[in-house]
């Protein structure tokens, strides 16, 4: 089954990979420009972005890095794991 047709974790990784990839587009970079910058290959950030991978502390530190924004900036307001129903 290929990677696009999987659905997100969860909301928040939905949720988190949305504002990943929102920033990536600001910025103007290809999805292989960006992960260069944030020192990931670029299927594992393809993966964050459809929210089907979940990441750890470090990795979200660098894709902050790399996107030019806090990591507080990626992960304020997320939904918190398990709760479905909260906006996002």
Do not use: Y
Request: glycine residues 12%.
């Amino acid at each position: 089954m290929p990677d696009a047709a999987k659905p997100p974790l969860n909301a928040t990784t939905r949720e988190f990979g949305a504002r990943i990839r929102a920033r990536r587009e600001e910025l103007g970079l290809s999805q292989e420009a960006a992960a260069l910058r944030c020192g990931i290959h670029w299927t594992q950030l393809g993966k964050v972005e459809r929210g089907q991978r979940s990441l750890r502390l470090e990795n979200i530190v660098k894709i902050a890095f790399g996107l030019d924004v806090t990591p507080g900036g990626l992960l304020n307001g997320v939904p918190l794991p398990g709760d479905e129903n909260q906006p996002g």
